[in-house]
């Protein structure tokens, strides 16, 4: 895949603040924590948990949840695998953004595709880039389905659904993995221990 801009004549710009200067005025350093798991897994509760936990202790956090981001940025963007994976890569370069910003920034998004999950890891910096694999048992997902997801889609009306008729990739080494059928402050506190340390 060639991953050059279409646009010619562009040329990368550097400003005068580095990563460094940004970690000394907000007192942390910048990540991206990268949560992927089945639907229902406890991807968007854990991350909107663990920003709450980081707030509270005066660390600068924003979550990127996967449908917020289909309502605006990626509204143009279906499930098929070629607009999954364009998903992904667009919330990467954001993610690399915010993350360049000096926010810890945290995502929500199923992104299924090994592949997917490594490239938006190549475009950070060394280190700056956590996967937490939210490993739940897909018996456990369903039972957890509000929006009645995996009902649709066993009954054929969502194809392409991750799990069941579509692909997902368990991460092969995630920095983090967590077991949500423990309780979701244990989970938190997993996560916000990995950061301090």
Not at 12 to 32: F, M
Not at 178 to 192: A, E, H, K, S
Request: proline share 6%.
């Amino acid at each position: 895949m060639d991953d050059r801009p279409v646009s010619s004549n562009i040329v990368r710009s550097h400003g005068q603040v580095t990563p460094e200067d940004r970690a000394a005025q907000l007192g942390h350093k910048a990540y991206t924590v990268w949560f992927t798991g089945l639907s229902g897994s406890g991807k968007s509760t854990l991350a909107y948990a663990v920003e709450r936990s980081l707030i509270n202790r005066g660390v600068a956090a924003y979550v990127l949840d996967g449908d917020n981001i289909r309502f605006g940025l990626n509204r143009d963007l279906g499930f098929s695998a070629e607009d999954r994976t364009e998903n992904i890569r667009r919330i990467g370069e954001v993610c690399r953004l915010f993350q360049d910003s000096g926010l810890i920034v945290l995502t929500a998004f199923i992104s299924p595709y090994a592949a997917d999950r490594d490239a938006v890891r190549a475009i950070h910096p060394e280190g700056r880039f956590i996967e937490v694999y939210v490993d739940t048992p897909l018996e456990l997902c369903e039972s957890r389905d509000v929006k009645g997801l995996y009902a649709k889609a066993r009954a054929g009306e969502i194809p392409e659904f991750s799990g069941v008729s579509a692909p997902y990739e368990p991460p092969g080494r995630p920095e983090i993995r967590v077991d949500t059928t423990l309780p979701l402050d244990d989970c938190v506190r997993q996560i916000v221990e990995a950061l301090d340390r």
